[in-house]
T-cell receptor, first 112, second 113 residues
Framework: KAGVTQTPRYLIKTRGQQVTLSCSPI?????VSWYQQTPGQGLQFLFE???????NKGNFPGRFSGRQFSNSRSEMNVSTLELGDSALYLC???????????FGSGTRLTVV | AQSVTQPDIHITVSEGASLELRCNYS??????LFWYVQSPGQGLQLLLK??????LVQGIKGFEAEFKRSQSSFNLRKPSVHWSDAAEYFC???????????FGTGTRLTIIP
């Protein structure tokens, strides 16, 4: 059974640019969540999607957005990148969150 | 609001020795608790989870955790650590209201020969 796949693994962007990260969940999982991990703030919840609907959003500015497609694949977008957006972005999928999420290996975003 | 505290930032243990990583949580209802492990440059791997029932739960890689409601704790244990257990460990509580995992700050585990 394939795991959660995130692409790309590494990304370097310049301040002011925008970026799109992709996540393919485990087959059959309808809930997809995104987390940001930084040394200073730790693991922080970005948003959660279920059946193409954003059900919950964390405390991040509007520059952070996402969507989920009918096949449960998800993308997150960050516009007008800032240096502080440099982080490991983790995607997780599950049948429902309470059963435990399976995480991908993450996308390491560096903003220069 | 829910929160998770992992009081130990870094722990060093000799290979073959026993291990206990501490986790305290704050949550208004019955908690759903998780332990995840993260190797350098990797994502999070689920070690074990507690929903209800037996307070001692078994996980993968020989880990176990004990839920103690009176102490609001969910400590992770392993009787004998291996060099491959060196990683960062995260405790988390699941919030039904917003389908969100709240993580602790993590404990970095170093294994010495």
């Amino acid at each position: 059974k394939a795991g959660v796949t995130q692409t790309p693994r590494y990304l370097i962007k310049t301040r002011g640019q925008q970026v799109t990260l992709s996540c393919s969940p485990i087959s059959g999982h309808r809930s997809v969540s995104w987390y940001q991990q930084t040394p200073g703030q730790g693991l922080q919840f970005l948003f959660e999607y279920f059946s193409e609907t954003q059900r919950n959003k964390g405390n991040f500015p509007g520059r952070f957005s996402g969507r989920q497609f009918s096949n449960s694949r998800s993308e997150m977008n960050v516009s007008t990148l800032e240096l502080g957006d440099s982080a490991l972005y983790l995607c997780a999928s599950g049948p429902q969150g309470l059963y435990g999420y399976t995480f991908g290996s993450g996308t390491r975003l560096t903003v220069v | 609001a829910q929160s998770v505290t992992q009081p130990d930032i870094h722990i060093t243990v000799s290979e073959g020795a026993s291990l206990e990583l501490r986790c305290n949580y704050s949550y208004g209802a019955t908690p759903y608790l998780f332990w995840y492990v993260q190797s350098p440059g990797q994502g999070l791997q689920l070690l074990l989870k507690y929903f209800s029932g037996d307070t001692l739960v078994q996980g993968i890689k020989g880990f176990e955790a004990e839920f103690k409601r009176s102490q609001s704790s969910f400590n992770l244990r392993k009787p004998s650590v291996h060099w491959s257990d060196a990683a960062e460990y995260f405790c988390a509580v699941f919030n039904f209201g917003n389908e969100k995992l709240t993580f602790g700050t993590g404990t970095r585990l170093t294994i010495i020969p």
